[in-house]
């Protein structure tokens, strides 16, 4: 790639960003960033279910909607993220259910909404996001902690649940791509075993899949071998395979006081580097659906926020100037 080239313009593939709304509206530079980056789009959090149905019966698309025609109005392509999710951006009044019929029902009729409020807008979705746990079995708890509200979809549901999802996924917009979506695939073999003996299984008995999303927040200790066998194995599948939600922290232990130093800014260019060549050597060009970074710039980050401590994660710093990672990532396409 030449160095006047922006990454859509260098990329095979597709270069998604994660975003917000309301920062595309109010900060001129990161909407520029991303009109110039990228020419995918995935919502950071307007499109989840605790956005688009903060009350049981109501659906808002506002936000979802504003993303959907700034995307349009720029020709970038958007994927859906997320219709089911354990965690805390599922809305109270859902993770109250507690009686499986009516969460079944419930789950149902809500992918059955908002896939045909997006058809023809959106091509492609998370279904189901982090059903499974490090061991490899379907979550049947919650990350949350005592005192927090908890939302038990595979102890309610059963293991099977995520197979049916899919299905009224489908049922609800038989032309979107539907991806499987997780984290920490390469650390952690069983998990990305059981993601693969899934996709085995929904091969067998035709349950609709086309892709996975490989979440990647890692960081630069993050050992080059996992990375490769994830995207191997994934790649091996035949399936579209997303590199969902990158971001390599330079901050693994969560200091406080953190400050990048020139050598870990190194490092992380040589982890982009490295993710992004293996990728595109790995994965056949026709199953490359694309590398989404998890934000625009390192001063709106989720990061910090998520680890309670400093970090300096993607590919912009807080003033939009490009950092070397920007320069890996380039050099890796
Ligand atoms: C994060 C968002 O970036 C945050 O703004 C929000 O508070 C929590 O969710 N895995 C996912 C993403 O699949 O949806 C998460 O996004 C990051 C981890």
Redesign the pocket.
């Known amino acids: 790639p030449s160095a006047s080239q922006t990454l859509a313009e260098a990329s095979p593939f597709h270069i998604g960003f994660?975003i917000s709304p309301a920062r595309i509206q109010n900060i001129a530079l990161y909407r520029q960033t991303v009109i110039q980056e990228a020419n995918s789009i995935t919502a950071?959090?307007a499109m989840?279910p605790s956005r688009i149905s903060p009350q049981k019966g109501v659906y808002k698309f506002e936000e979802a909607d504003q993303l959907i025609a700034f995307a349009q109005s720029q020709k970038k392509r958007i994927h859906g993220?997320?219709l089911v999710?354990y965690i805390?951006?599922s809305p109270t009044w859902l993770k109250q259910i507690r009686d499986s019929t009516e969460l079944e029902s419930t789950l149902q009729s809500y992918i059955q909404t908002v896939a045909t409020h997006f058809k023809g807008k959106v091509a492609s979705w998370d279904v189901v996001?982090?059903a499974f746990d490090k061991q490899g079995a379907i979550r049947t708890d919650s990350l949350e902690g005592p005192g927090r509200p908890t939302f038990n979809v595979g102890k309610i549901l059963g293991k099977d649940y995520v197979a049916r999802m899919f299905q009224y996924a489908h049922n609800a917009d038989p032309d979107a791509r539907l991806f499987y979506?997780d984290?920490a695939q390469e650390t952690r073999p069983a998990k990305l075993e059981a993601i693969l003996a899934m996709v085995a299984d929904f091969k067998r008995r035709g349950v609709p899949i086309h892709g996975l999303g490989l979440?990647m927040?890692i960081s630069i200790d993050t050992p080059d071998a996992g990375i490769e066998n994830a995207i191997r194995r994934y790649a091996e599948t035949g399936l579209l395979v997303h590199i969902s939600?990158l971001d390599i922290a330079m901050n693994p232990d969560k200091k406080k006081d953190f400050v990048p130093t020139p050598e870990l800014l190194e490092k992380q260019y040589e982890k982009y580097k490295f993710v992004v060549s293996t990728y595109k050597k790995v994965v056949p060009a026709s199953q490359q659906f694309g590398i989404t970074m998890?934000?625009v710039d390192d001063g709106t980050s989720?990061i910090p926020?998520f680890c309670k401590c400093a970090d300096n994660v993607l590919l912009f710093d807080a003033n939009y100037v490009k950092k070397r990672s920007y320069q890996g990532f380039l050099e890796g396409l």
């Open positions: 994660a950071d959090v989840k993220h997320t999710w805390d951006t996001n982090e979506n984290y979440q927040h939600e998890w934000g989720w926020g």
